[in-house]
């Protein structure tokens, strides 16, 4: 029977647990570039683009606040471990959803969608999403004071 | 001094490591208040009034996070970053 390392003691007593803290400036900066790359291409295209971009938006906010809740439960009972497990999954295929959607419609639209290739990678489209989601509440912080 | 440096200081030394985890987590459960409220503001639309006063709760007990930590760092000398949420939630 494959062992869930979330259900572990290991797990659960080890260091908080993030998977962004993997990240390196230089990459997270790549990701913030490629983000206002595709927002300036977006939103001087058309009022499609920008409907979807905003969906990418709203699904890398909603993963990244699936992360910090699976991150929280982390200590709780194994029923909430995994319901945040499953969460955060599920979110970050409705990431890679929006984000497939968005780059069709840059295809349609005779835009570069190369920026798709980059974030083939699960990984990669997971940590872009927490990137751009990292900015977008930085920006809200910054504006509250 | 930076922000990593500062986690390592606070994680090693025993006044501050508990104050330290107990920021760490208020910043997590004060960007899952916020992050609904900082999105919708991005798009120009305006939370819902119970989106609102949940972020302003968790802000609060944020904000007295912080100043638990900065009044034990004022005690030991020590210098501490800036500390924003969004910085925090990946530690």
């Known amino acids: 029977m494959e062992r869930n390392y979330f259900l572990s003691k290991e797990f659960r007593n080890g260091p ?3 998977p962004e803290i ?15 790359d595709i927002k300036r291409e977006a939103e001087t295209h058309g009022q499609k683009l920008p409907i979807l971009l905003q969906d990418v938006e709203a699904a890398a906010m909603r993963y990244q ?9 982390r200590k709780g009972d194994t029923a909430s471990i995994e319901e945040s497990d499953s969460n955060r999954h599920y979110a970050h295929e409705r990431l890679v959803d929006a984000l497939n959607i968005l780059s069709r419609g840059f295809h349609g639209a005779g835009l570069n969608n ?32 | 001094m930076l922000l990593e440096e500062f986690a390592k200081l606070c994680e090693a030394k025993p006044e501050l490591s ?30 819902s009034p119970d989106e609102e006063e949940s972020a302003r709760k968790m802000r609060e007990r944020f904000d007295a996070a912080i100043q638990d930590i900065r009044k034990k760092c004022e005690q030991a000398d020590l210098k501490m970053p800036e500390l924003r949420a969004s910085d925090l939630f990946i530690f």
């Open chain 1, 16 to 18: 908080e647990w993030n």
């Open chain 1, 22 to 36: 993997r990240r390196s400036e230089n990459q997270k900066e790549t990701y913030r570039a490629s983000y206002r």
């Open chain 1, 65 to 73: 606040e699936t992360i910090l809740r699976f991150s929280l439960a």
């Open chain 1, 114 to 145: 190369e920026w798709r290739r980059d974030l083939l990678n699960r990984e990669a489209a997971g940590l872009w999403g927490t990137t751009v989601a990292q900015l977008i509440y930085r920006q809200y912080e910054d504006k509250r004071g």
């Open chain 2, 18 to 47: 508990a104050l330290w985890r107990m920021l760490i987590k208020t910043a997590k459960e004060t960007a899952v208040a916020e992050l609904p409220v900082a999105l919708q503001k991005y798009h120009g639309k305006v939370p």
